[in-house]
T-cell receptor
Framework: KAGVTQTPRYLIKTRGQQVTLSCSPISGHRSVSWYQQTPGQGLQFLFEYFSETQRNKGNFPGRFSGRQFSNSRSEMNVSTLELGDSALYLC????????????FGPGTRLTVL | DQQVKQNSPSLSVQEGRISILNCDYTNSMFDYFLWYKKYPAEGPTFLISISSIKDKNEDGRFTVFLNKSAKHLSLHIVPSQPGDSAVYFCAASRPAAGNKLTFGGGTRVLVKP
């Protein structure tokens, strides 16, 4: 079974731009969660989607948004990028029978200049 | 407010010996706990989990202990191998509240041959 895939793996943007990151979960997994990892704040939960609905949201500003498609693929969008948005963005998926055992993708490394 | 803490940022251990990683939490509503291992430039890999109804769970070389009254969990790796050198994160969740994982800051483990 293929793992969680994320595209692109690396991205460089400038302040004020917007960015869209993509995540394809493991086949059969319907829940997709997004996390941000930075050296200062560690791994922080952004949001979770299940059956195309946002089920949970972390403490991030409204510039961070996401969506999930009918095939469970998910995208997250960050608008008006700030320098502090530079981070590793991780996507994780889980299956209904084991919802808390989340499997992570390799992440997208976003650098904001 | 850090609800999950790993107070040891690093740990060095000799190959073949036991590695003990510790994690403390403050939110008594957490009832499911997980350990992840992370190599550089990769996403976290699920290792082992434990529900709050148990105090021990074992999987091969990995054992997780949970002390609910102390709000403390630990991961034992026996015997430690050089390939275990990585950053280890503990995470906690409230399954009733969805799939949000709250992570500790991580412990970097170095296993010396």
């Amino acid at each position: 079974k293929a793992g969680v895939t994320q595209t692109p793996r690396y991205l460089i943007k400038t302040r004020g731009q917007q960015v869209t990151l993509s995540c394809s979960p493991i086949s059969g997994h319907r829940s997709v969660s997004w996390y941000q990892q930075t050296p200062g704040q560690g791994l922080q939960f952004l949001f979770e989607y299940f059956s195309e609905t946002q089920r949970n949201k972390g403490n991030f500003p409204g510039r961070f948004s996401g969506r999930q498609f009918s095939n469970s693929r998910s995208e997250m969008n960050v608008s008006t990028l700030e320098l502090g948005d530079s981070a590793l963005y991780l996507c994780a998926s889980s299956q209904p029978s084991a919802p808390n055992e989340q499997f992570f993708g390799p992440g997208t490394r976003l650098t904001v200049l | 407010d850090q609800q999950v803490k790993q107070n040891s940022p690093s740990l060095s251990v000799q190959e073949g010996r036991i590695s003990i990683l510790n994690c403390d939490y403050t939110n008594s509503m957490f009832d499911y706990f997980l350990w992840y291992k992370k190599y550089p430039a990769e996403g976290p890999t699920f290792l082992i989990s434990i529900s709050s109804i148990k105090d021990k769970n074992e999987d091969g070389r990995f054992t997780v202990f949970l002390n609910k009254s102390a709000k403390h969990l630990s991961l034992h790796i026996v015997p430690s191998q050089p390939g275990d050198s990585a950053v280890y994160f503990c995470a906690a969740s409230r399954p009733a509240a969805g799939n949000k994982l709250t992570f500790g800051g991580g412990t970097r483990v170095l296993v010396k041959p």
